[in-house]
T-cell receptor, first 113, second 113 residues
Framework: DVKVTQSSRYLVKRTGEKVFLECVQD?????MFWYRQDPGLGLRLIYF???????EKGDIPEGYSVSREKKERFSLILESASTNQTSMYLC????????????FGPGTRLTVT | GESVGLHLPTLSVQEGDNSIINCAYS??????FIWYKQESGKGPQFIID?????DKRQGQRVTVLLNKTVKHLSLQIAATQPGDSAVYFC????????????FGKGTKLSVKP
């Protein structure tokens, strides 16, 4: 079974702090994704990566950046956290060329105070 | 069905009854659709998928129906159990080579014992 893990389940940060969210997958998937999930708004794509050192903006990239130095790891960075970035963050991976199915991690609930 | 507001639509069913969750998709060029189940505090989990060259696909206790004429997708759960209580959302692919998914906002299913 594919396993996608995220570094923290719950995180509380202060406004202006730099925040790192880490995601690791163990199935050698090429594609990885970061979403945020807010009540009534569903999943919105922040950034995605097709392969190592590659990144593409999603629908809501403002205020975020990403890093993919190794195939199994995809990091989301909030350069200067703001209260409107309080949300559930979900990481997903996909084996390119095989299926559109994405495998999700358990999520990180981030609160910015 | 899907909601554009802040509150998820809710479907409440009696244990043992059948459940039908609906989804309207947006892109007539989408050729792949997927249903996810998200339990409280967890990441989304794959339930079933269907390609646009099919009208119906069955899994274990679940059936997905696709009506391309009206761009409508439904998930039927037979003999609903308390463990089925969760948020369900559909997703469609963009139809392009990137293969990214667009997610619906979800429906909350509550099963009454």
């Amino acid at each position: 079974d594919v396993k996608v893990t995220q570094s923290s389940r719950y995180l509380v940060k202060r406004t202006g702090e730099k925040v790192f969210l880490e995601c690791v997958q163990d199935m050698d998937h090429e594609n990885m994704f970061w979403y945020r999930q807010d009540p009534g708004l569903g999943l919105r794509l922040i950034y995605f990566s097709y392969d190592v050192k590659m990144k593409e903006k999603g629908d809501i990239p403002e205020g975020y950046s990403v890093s993919r130095e190794k195939k199994e790891r995809f990091s989301l960075i909030l350069e200067s956290a703001s209260t409107n970035q309080t949300s559930m963050y979900l990481c997903a991976s996909r084996l390119a060329q095989r299926s559109y199915e994405q495998y999700f991690g358990p999520g990180t609930r981030l609160t910015v105070t | 069905g899907e909601s554009v507001g802040l509150h998820l639509p809710t479907l409440s069913v009696q244990e043992g009854d059948n459940s039908i969750i609906n989804c309207a998709y947006s892109n007539s060029a989408s050729d792949y659709f997927i249903w996810y189940k998200q339990e409280s505090g967890k990441g989304p989990q794959f339930i079933i998928d269907i390609r646009s060259n099919m009208d119906k696909r069955q899994g274990q206790r679940v059936t997905v129906l696709l009506n391309k004429t009206v761009k409508h997708l439904s998930l039927q759960i037979a003999a609903t159990q308390p463990g089925d209580s969760a948020v369900y959302f559909c997703a469609e692919n963009y139809g392009g080579s990137q293969g990214n998914l667009i997610f619906g906002k979800g429906t909350k299913l509550s099963v009454k014992p």
